[in-house]
C-alpha cells in the first residue's frame, strides 16, 4: 500500500508565497517521477508542474515563472513553491506519483485578502 500526504495549504493573501510538500509512505518500489496537479472549485483537475528522479521538471503555462518543483528522492517527497499567488490559483493541490493511480487526498490553497 501506498499513502501520499500533502501539506502545507492554508489561506494566503494575494501576491503572497506558500510551500507545499508531499511525502510518500508504503510499499514504493521505483518511482519515475512525480506531479503536482490541482482543481479549483467547478473546475476539472489540471497539472501544475512534474519532477522526474532526475530532476528534470516540467511547469504549467499558467503557472511559469511563479511556481517551482523540487523534490528529495531520498525521503520520497516533493515540493511546491508557489510565489505572487493569485486569486485564481484557490484550488485543491494534490500530489501524485507519475503513472500510477496513487494520490494525496489534498490540500487547500486560498488566495484572498
Given at each position: ?71 528529495d528522492n531520498a525521503k ?13 490559483d484557490t484550488a485543491v ?7 500510477t493511480s496513487y494520490w ?10
Open positions: 500500500q501506498v499513502q501520499l500526504v500533502e501539506s502545507g495549504g492554508g489561506l494566503v493573501q494575494p501576491g503572497g508565497s506558500v510551500r507545499l510538500s508531499c511525502a510518500a509512505f508504503g510499499n514504493i518500489f521505483s518511482i519515475a517521477a512525480m506531479g503536482w496537479y490541482r482543481q479549483a472549485p467547478g473546475k476539472q483537475r489540471e497539472l501544475v508542474a512534474t519532477i522526474t528522479t532526475d530532476g528534470i521538471t516540467n511547469v504549467a503555462d499558467a503557472v511559469k515563472g511563479r511556481f517551482t518543483i523540487s523534490g520520497n517527497t516533493v515540493f511546491l513553491q508557489m510565489n505572487s499567488l493569485k486569486s485564481e493541490y494534490y500530489c501524485n506519483i507519475w503513472g494525496g487526498k489534498g490540500t487547500l490553497v486560498t488566495v484572498s485578502s
